[in-house]
């Protein structure tokens, strides 16, 4: 008989012995792999003995376990750990506060290879050795995985080589949100024991080659170069902020509109979608009308009036106060001082976002962030996963105009002309194409954004006219939303709907068509065209 005693948790010598944990997997592992190969019992004890004495185990979780019909054995508070801990959910031999996965890690090592404990494993800088991150029963593989990353890379940091590194659930304790690492000195032949080949299905059959040494890291593809933002905060960046806040105000008052028609056509919530990214506490119009004013005047004087905010300041406020009045589809004011009803986007709230600098002036560093804030606040992640899968229709306006700005962006990396603007439209429009499955006349927000797109092919001409382009484009995205009532639905969930229900225009066409409107408007005000 073979008893096998890997726990490194206790420092002193303990009358009952050592527990067995996880360990006794390898030792399984490699006394079949030596009977497979012939070897008589007696050698077959004598190695796997050996090995035995060259191993240590050691747990940590965020709690007990729950045998069925009884109490956790121990409770933790929700920013502790527990060390050392047994898979019948006896306690540890240490508690700590909440810590980073490679903090964790290191701890957990130091206490395996300390020389003064009694358990310890000698593990130094040189030896070989086989890893085993064991799920306790609770972790996700995502979590698994971030814990072995951090083991791999601690021991190499030490000068360990991982000969292999074994992760997955192999000996758990029911429910324990935790794990156990598993150190075992390898030499060759050991080595070649563990690859041996096994018809056990939960058995990892990873590679038969050394973790260390093998590249786990690429280097991310390479990306257009990008003009520096040297106007940030000038004219350029301005401009753009009321042009924005213009668009976040114009959706507000559109907010019931939207609803209205997506009642007939979807789920009657494509205002409340468009408005949850663009929610901004308003003043009266007169008031805001003056603030646009002020804003024209501040952009000749070279500065922005700070009672203009930064357009994506309107995603802060949770919605209206019931029974207030409606947004005008002017320039709004922020509401200050409610940090509870602060909502965040990433990569942090935007009062921080903010804090750190003005709003780029380069375009595609601008639309890259708008991408961001659209995904996050207009909802979408539903969609965000079947548009990977390939087939699937990427689905709800958040990741549809995330996708059209993200492309959109691309070409304007290098080049920000009139040329490239159109090269943008396409390329977004392409992209909602491709990941939406729509396309011109199948009653979508397409419609809209394509006629005006075939508009702004004009720019491509070196005598376009700016405004009388722009004018066009408006004017056809407008009357393309409008056609959207005499079409029969392709795609979105308006093609579930029976045609003759569908005598209204397309929600999401007359709002895309609004922020042409809207982006117009502001820039004509700006020139004084």
Not at 52 to 68: D, E, H, N, R
Not at 187 to 194: G, R
Not at 329 to 357: F, K, T, Y
Request: aromatic share 2%; hydrophobic share 45%; net charge neutral.
């Amino acid at each position: 008989m073979v008893v096998v005693g890997d726990d490194c948790a206790f420092t002193a010598v303990k009358k009952t012995g050592r527990r067995g944990l996880c360990g006794v997997v390898l030792i399984h592992k490699i006394a079949g792999a030596l009977a497979e190969a012939g070897v008589g019992l007696k050698e077959i004890t004598e190695r796997v003995s050996v090995a035995a004495k060259a191993m240590g185990t050691l747990g940590v979780s965020l709690s007990s376990c729950s045998v069925p019909g009884s109490r956790p054995t121990f409770e933790l508070a929700d920013d502790e750990v527990e060390l050392g801990l047994g898979i019948h959910g006896e306690a540890g031999v240490r508690r700590m506060k909440m810590a980073t996965a490679d903090e964790i890690v290191r701890l957990m090592l130091d206490h395996m290879t300390n020389a003064s404990s009694v358990s310890h494993v000698s593990v130094q800088a040189g030896s070989s050795v086989v890893l085993v991150v064991n799920n306790l029963g609770g972790l996700s593989v995502l979590e698994l995985g971030i814990m072995a990353d951090a083991a791999v890379r601690s021991l190499e940091g030490r000068g360990v080589k991982v000969a292999r590194a074994l992760v997955g659930t192999f000996m758990s304790a029911l429910e324990m949100p935790g794990l156990s690492l598993t150190l075992l000195l390898v030499d060759e032949a050991l080595l070649k024991l563990i690859d041996a080949e096994t018809t056990a299905s939960a058995w990892p059959n990873v590679p038969r080659v050394s973790v260390t040494g093998r590249k786990r890291t690429r280097a991310a593809p390479s990306q257009p170069s990008e003009a520096p933002d040297v106007t940030v905060g000038g004219l350029t960046s301005k401009r753009m902020a009321l042009v924005l806040e213009r668009v976040c105000t114009t959706l507000l008052g559109l907010e019931e509109y939207l609803n209205a028609l997506d009642r007939v056509a979807g789920d009657g919530d494509c205002g409340t979608t468009h408005s949850r990214a663009a929610r901004v506490q308003t003043q009266d119009s007169v008031a805001a009308e003056e603030e646009l004013e002020a804003g024209k005047q501040g952009l000749a004087g070279g500065s922005l009036p700070p009672t203009i905010p930064h357009p994506l300041r309107c995603t802060l406020d949770r919605g209206r106060e019931p029974g207030s009045p409606p947004p005008s589809a002017s320039v709004g004011r922020v509401l200050v001082g409610r940090g509870s009803d602060l909502l965040p986007s990433p990569p942090a709230a935007i009062q921080e976002w903010l804090r750190e600098g003005p709003p780029p002036a380069s375009p595609a560093k601008l639309l890259s962030q708008l991408s961001l804030l659209l995904l996050e606040k207009m909802g979408g992640s539903s969609g965000a996963v079947s548009a990977a899968v390939p087939g699937r229709r990427a689905e709800g306006p958040g990741l549809l105009y995330g996708l059209f700005l993200t492309a959109a962006a691309q070409p304007l990396k290098a080049n920000t002309d009139l040329p490239a603007w159109s090269a943008a439209m396409d390329a977004g429009l392409e992209a909602m194409k491709k990941y939406g499955k729509a396309a011109p006349g199948d009653r979508t927000m397409l419609d809209s954004l394509w006629a005006a797109g075939q508009e702004l092919q004009a720019l491509r001409n070196p005598q376009a006219n700016l405004f009388h382009i722009l004018t066009k484009a408006v004017e056809s995205a407008e009357a393309a939303a409008q056609a959207t009532k005499n079409m029969t639905a392709g795609a979105g969930r308006a093609s579930y709907i029976s045609s003759m229900k569908l005598d209204q225009p397309d929600p999401g066409a007359v709002a895309t068509a609004a922020i042409l409107r809207a982006i117009l408007e502001v820039l004509q005000n700006l020139e004084g065209v």
